[in-house]
């Protein structure tokens, strides 16, 4: 059956990576992948061309869609937009609460060839292979009663931290998943100590883990989980969390990987529907130059062979030819040691295709 997949550029240097994305996928449809491409506007263009930042039109065909592939949204062109509901970054939350897209998968892989750009040393971070798995649709940046009000003369705000059993129960079975296809080590972090919502993670944590006895389940606070990261980070193969741990763990475990530009991620439904895209934004400050690493973006293509088309081998093969363009020295300048030569967007695009037609 041919499989659907909607292409969505965005703002910025998102039509640029995804242009070369979109070349590595058809180099996947010259190869067997049968899928039909599409595109649709988000974002910004979206506001600029329909005056929604997620268009009726370009919903429905998310919802038909397996899979998404989304460059980036956002850039001070809409900054000043008075009516929030208007602005890009709105594009992208519908679309993770339209389509259900609970689990976010996010890798903190180091390339070897990488290594100097790690913010930690070589040996500490050498082999890095970490799968960060985070709750995208509920936790305290969802939850009800917030806001900001008035109570004995001052202003206070407040949230609502809350996860249902359901909830845990859902992110928990795609962590327990995980790990079994990778090293079998699955680290729950939570803050169990303080608060009761996480009391429940860890109970039902413990209460999936014998459905997955080849696992080894441990927890961790958050807290602690934060300093073993920039300590010793190699200790850890899956690590899955709520959103709020999860927004900031990843980022700093992104960073052990020293560049933005290199990071793909995956957000998953219940159905296995999936939207991917790279970890960075739209970087404003140099689109339109051809300057923008595309190399997250292909990624992204590869974790959406792996995760919502079931095509480990295609996904494996641009994995490979992303690692033999940076063994023969291919940089973007975000990737790029002082004074050494640079590719454009473009070029690195050409060099993945080469490599991968060529492996
Ligand atoms: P950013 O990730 O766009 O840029 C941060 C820095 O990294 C910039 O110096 C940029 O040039 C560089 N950079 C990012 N991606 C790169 C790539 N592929 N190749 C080379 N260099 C790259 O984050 P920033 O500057 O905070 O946000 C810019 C805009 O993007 C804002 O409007 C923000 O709201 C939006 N944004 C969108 C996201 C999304 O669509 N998922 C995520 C984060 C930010
Ligand atoms: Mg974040």
New binding site residues.
Partial sequence: MTRKILVLP?????PE?TAQASRVLAACQARGLDVEVEEAPV?GTAYDLEGSPLPESTLAKARAADAVL???????K??KLEDISKR??KG?LGLRKELGLFGNLRPALLYPQLAEASSLKPELVSGLDIMIVRELTGGIYFGQPRGIEERDGQRVGYNTYVYSEAEIERIGRVAFEMAQKRGKKLCSVDKANVLEVTMLWREVMERLAPEYPDVELSHMYVDNAAMQLVRAPKQFDVVVTGNMFGDILSDAAAMLTG???MLPSASLNESGQGMY??????????AGQG???????ILSVAMMLRYSLGEPELAERIEAAVSKVLDDGLR???IAAEGAPRVSTSEMGDAVLAAFEAL
Avoid: K, M, Q, R
């Avoid at 965005?10 to 998102?14: A, E, H, V």
């Avoid at 989304?70 to 001070?76: D, N, Y």
């Avoid at 895209?277 to 140099?286: K, L, R, V």
């Fill in positions: 965005g703002d910025g240097i998102g990576i974002g989304l460059g980036a949204v956002g850039g001070p809409w900054d890009p970054e992208l560049s933005i530009g895209e790279p970890c960075h934004g739209s970087a404003p400050d140099i300057l923008a690493n595309p190399l997250a973006t973007t300048a975000d």
